[in-house]
């Protein structure tokens, strides 16, 4: 048998959290393919042994997480502050705050205390299922369905929430999604790559499809039909690596090399942005402008339309800015991403039109709630309600009433909106297609329970569930 030194690591902090008590003595014993840690307890614990057992090592250098050289996680993933990450099952997270997860590495439950946690990846079973988006003011955001508006408060129901009655002084903008927009939307999540096709080291493990390698060849691609505006949104974070360092690219009439030989593409590295041509298989850079600050992980849209022959991009909430792209092309048959280096994608989506990010509008600061219509009609409200899937507006020029499904977006004044309250037991949900800031109760086998003074109590069925977030305010 090979050192056990080599899988220690992963349970240093595990030991240091473990509720028993903390060890004043460690010894490990050898044989029949397992290590065993026996720790004698404190004088504050009863005096006993605290037992880990674990497979012996496949061989020299190897250890029990092999999802760093490509291997697949099959199960939930738990990752404390100090690095240390187990692959098991998670059971429950009780009231005052302790994980126990199950494993088959391990003899009965593992409890680590939520103060010891960094994150909590789960593999759901569901994929969110709502049309439309509030975007909230701490960049939050919940997909569901609108159910009402009233002058306090928004109705959203979806398959994982159930109806949450949302407070309007954090809402800072309703989306009403047509989904005949929505044309391509990955469900790594649910374990599918489809429609993607890959080329390189792309593994998909844990929710999210995770690339291994440096190197320009780190591609994925879809075929796609493209003769309109379209907007393509990935949400990414760096691997291994201290800031991203990839590619969105659209129009392109082939999936050949990082752009095809001709196509239209936003480079995201580091704190700079490209926007290119590629034409030939050559490149001619548009524009080449700092985003302001490093991203290490985000939310990056680029959107073109061949019409105008316009491009525009953003990160995160940030506007980057419309752009003239010469020659540009009028057609394609697929859409890709690349990365040149290790990085984890959480989501791809790619719609018709040119679709910013929720939380941006330029007239955020209009004394009126600004509401728009599919057909780009625009008009300025002092009241916005909703009921029976009817949308009623005060107007400087009276009353006007509407059919919600001729509502494109209703951006609310910036006048009275407030941040949540960070709270010291606060965690950030995640599903599919939202995610939440609320105070932690518990988790059970069925549903996360938690609070928050803006929505109540939050339940979210476990099915959906992709992540929980646990100090998040560093």
């Known amino acids: 048998m090979s050192s056990p030194s080599c899988v220690l690591w992963l349970f240093s902090g595990l030991l240091c959290c473990a509720t028993l008590a903390v060890a004043e003595q460690v010894r490990v014993v050898g044989g029949n393919g397992r290590i065993v840690i026996q720790a004698e307890v404190a004088a504050d614990g009863p005096v006993g042994e605290r037992k880990i057992f674990v497979p012996a090592p496949k061989g020299a250098g190897d250890t029990l997480d092999d999802s760093a050289k490509g291997g697949s996680a099959q199960g939930d993933v738990v990752t404390t502050i100090r690095g240390d990450r187990v692959v098991g099952r998670v059971v429950t997270i009780e009231s005052e ?3 126990h997860l199950t494993a088959p590495q391990f003899e009965g439950d593992i409890v680590v205390l939520a ?11 569901e994929h969110g299922k709502g049309c439309d988006e509030l ?26 929430t159930g109806p949450l009655k949302v407070s309007r002084k954090i809402i800072q903008r309703i989306s009403f999604s047509q989904p005949r927009i929505v044309s391509l ?16 080291a792309w593994n998909l493990a844990n929710g999210a499809l995770q690339c291994f390698s440096h190197g320009d060849q780190q591609s994925i691609f879809a075929k796609f039909d493209q003769k309109e505006a379209v907007t ?11 800031y991203i360092n990839c590619d969105l690219v659209l129009f392109a009439n082939s999936n050949d090399g990082r752009w095809g030989r ?11 942005f490209n926007v290119m041509v590629a034409q030939d298989g050559g490149v001619n850079s548009v524009v080449n402008q700092s985003m302001g600050r490093m991203f290490s992980q985000g939310t990056f849209r680029f959107a073109y339309d061949p019409a105008t022959g316009k491009a525009r991009a953003w990160a995160e909430s940030t506007d980057l800015g419309e752009f003239a792209i010469p020659d540009g092309p009028k057609q394609g048959s697929y859409v890709m991403f690349n990365s040149r ?29 600004i509401v728009r219509f599919i057909n780009k009609d625009r008009v300025a409200a002092t009241e916005v309600t909703l009921a029976d899937g009817k949308l009623a507006l005060k107007t400087a020029l009276g009353d006007i009433t509407s059919d919600a499904r001729r509502i494109e977006s209703i951006t609310f004044r910036a006048k009275g909106i407030e941040k949540p309250r960070r709270n010291k037991g606060d965690v950030a949900i995640e599903t599919s297609d939202t995610r939440l800031t609320v105070q932690f ?7 996360l329970i938690g609070k928050s003074s803006y929505l109540g109590e939050v339940k979210v069925r476990r099915d959906f569930l992709t992540g929980i977030q646990f100090n998040i305010y560093k």
């Open 262 to 272: 001709n196509s239209v593409l936003a480079s995201f590295q580091h704190s700079q």
């Open 441 to 447: 109760d518990r988790l059970t086998p069925e549903c």
């Open 185 to 200: 939307e990955s469900q790594f999540e649910a374990g599918k790559i489809e429609p993607w096709s890959q080329r390189g």
């Open 232 to 242: 393509m949104e990935v949400t990414v974070q760096s691997a291994g690596y201290p």
């Open 115 to 125: 103060a010891a946690l960094d994150n909590v990846r789960l593999r759901p079973k």
């Open 341 to 369: 280096s290790p990085c984890r994608v959480t989501r791809i989506r790619v719609v018709r039109g040119m679709v910013g990010p929720t939380s941006v509008d330029k007239e955020s600061d209009d004394p009126n709630h």
């Open 135 to 160: 975007a909230l003011s701490n960049g939050d955001r919940i997909v569901g369905d609108i159910g009402a508006i009233t002058p306090d408060a928004v109705i959203i129901e979806s398959p994982a």
């Open 97 to 99: 705050g302790k994980l």
